[in-house]
Nanobody
């Protein structure tokens, strides 16, 4: 396992942008695959995006396609989730997770951050 720390959440209005950061401590991001997930109260955690920390290959779920983009920064040992054109339904706690598989399944990730709250007002 590796320690990952998210940041960048906040309260914004619909149509605004936010960038979430996920810093990896103690290991290189090139050793891992990363998933971004989100969860709202009473609902199961859902997959948002994934990125290969080494190659930068990414995919996103359909509900955020064209609005959210995952990226990596080797110099900062950080992966990001750029969120544009935010909608109220994007409101959730967002989690970064690291694992060895490039997967949309949360069970494939064994290192999770503490989560960061994103709230989008209408």
């Amino acid at each position: 396992q590796v320690q990952v720390v998210e940041s960048g959440g906040g309260l914004v209005q619909a149509g605004d942008s936010l960038r979430l950061s996920c810093v990896v401590l103690g290991r290189s991001i090139t050793d891992y695959r990363f998933g971004w997930f989100r969860q709202t109260p009473g609902k199961e955690r859902e997959f948002v995006a994934r990125i290969n920390g080494w190659s930068g290959d990414t995919t996103t779920t359909d509900s955020v396609k064209g609005r959210f983009t995952a990226s990596n920064d080797f110099a900062r040992n950080t992966v990001y989730l750029q969120m544009n054109s935010l909608k109220p339904e994007d409101t959730a706690v967002y989690y970064c997770a690291a694992g060895s598989r490039f997967s949309s399944g949360e069970q494939r990730y064994d290192s999770w951050g503490q989560g960061t709250q994103v709230t989008v007002s209408s």
